[in-house]
C-alpha cells in the first residue's frame, strides 16, 4: 500500500499500535538495566533507575490510551514521578554522605556493610 | 500614505481567497495528516532510544546525563503524543527541571573521584550489555506475541483525546478517586524533603 500523496510505501508510519510504544519502553527499560549493571559511580546508577522508571511509566500511559479507562495511566503515572523524585532526592544525599566519608562514589569499594 | 493599509489589505485578501491561486498552493502542499502520528513517532522513539544507549553507554558521567535529559524530551514527547498533555509538561518540569538538576548536582559534588582522576578501573560493561541485550530479546518477544486486547487498533482509529488537565484535578481531589493517596503522596514528599535536608546537613565539630 503506498500513502495516496506520496507515491512512497510509507503505510508504516499509518499503523503505530499499543506495540510500538511498548517496544520503546523495553528499549529504554533494558538501557537503564545496562546502566545500573554496568556503572561503578552511584550516580550513574541513579541514572540508569530514571530511565527505568521513565520505561515504566511510558508503559502505563500508552496502555491507557488503548485501553478502555482514561486517566488512570496518567494518575498511576505521577505517583511514579513523586516517588521517583523524593528517591533522588535522597539517593543524593545518601552519596553525598558517603563522597564525604570516604572520597568516593564507588559502589563496587563502598563495601563497608559487607558482611 | 492613507491607502497604503487598505491596498495592503486587498492584496492580502486575494492571495488568502479561497480562489484558483489558493487550490494551486494547497494541491502542491501534499496532505501529511495520515501519517504524521506515525513521523511523530519515529522521530521522538529514535530520539529517547538513540540518548538512552548514550546515556547507558558514555564513558562520563555528564555525558550520561546528557543523554538522560534527550531521553527525558523523547519520553515528554511520546506522552504529549498519547494525549497525556499535563504528565508531558510535567514530565519536562519535575525530570528535567528538578530530578535532572539533583543529578548534576551529583556528579559536581562528588567529582573528585578515583573516576575523574582517570583511575577508575575498567567496567564491567560487556557482561551488562550481554544481560541487558537478552533482557530486550525476551521482551520484545514477549511484546510481538501478546494479544493486549486493543483490537489492533493504531492510533488513527483512537477518538480524539480530551485534555487532561481538569479532569485529573478534580480525580485527585474526588474523596472517592484519589484523594487518599494524592494526600498521602504529599505528606511522603514531605518526608523525603525533610530527611534530604537532614542527611545533608553540616554537622559541627564534635559531632
Partial sequence: MTSPVLHLPLAFLQTIGLAHFLVVGAVLFCAGITTVLARRNAVGILIGLELILNAANLNLVAFERFGPAPLRGTVFAIFVLAVAAAEAAIALAIVLNVFDSRDEIDVDETTALKG | MPTVLPALADVFADVFAAGPSHALLASMIPDLTPILPGLIFYGLAGLAIVSAVAAATAPKIVHAAFGLMAAFFGVAGMYALLGSDFLALTQVVVYVGGI??????????????????????????????????????????AILSSDFGD?????????????????????????????????????????????????????????
Fill in chain 2, 151 to 207: 483490537g489492533g487498533r493504531t492510533m488513527a482509529d483512537l477518538p480524539e483525546p480530551p485534555s487532561t488537565t481538569a479532569a485529573l484535578g478534580r480525580a485527585f481531589l474526588d474523596p472517592n478517586q484519589y484523594l487518599l493517596p494524592f494526600e498521602l503522596v504529599s505528606v511522603f514528599l514531605l518526608a523525603a524533603l525533610i530527611g534530604a535536608a537532614f542527611l545533608v546537613r553540616r554537622r559541627r565539630d564534635g559531632q
Fill in chain 2, 100 to 141: 535532572l538538576v539533583l543529578l548534576v548536582f551529583g556528579v559536581l559534588l562528588t567529582g573528585r573521584t578515583k573516576a575523574a582522576l582517570g583511575l577508575e578501573r575498567p567496567t564491567h560493561v560487556m557482561p551488562a550489555a550481554f544481560a541487558g541485550g537478552a533482557l530486550l530479546f525476551g521482551l520484545l518477544g
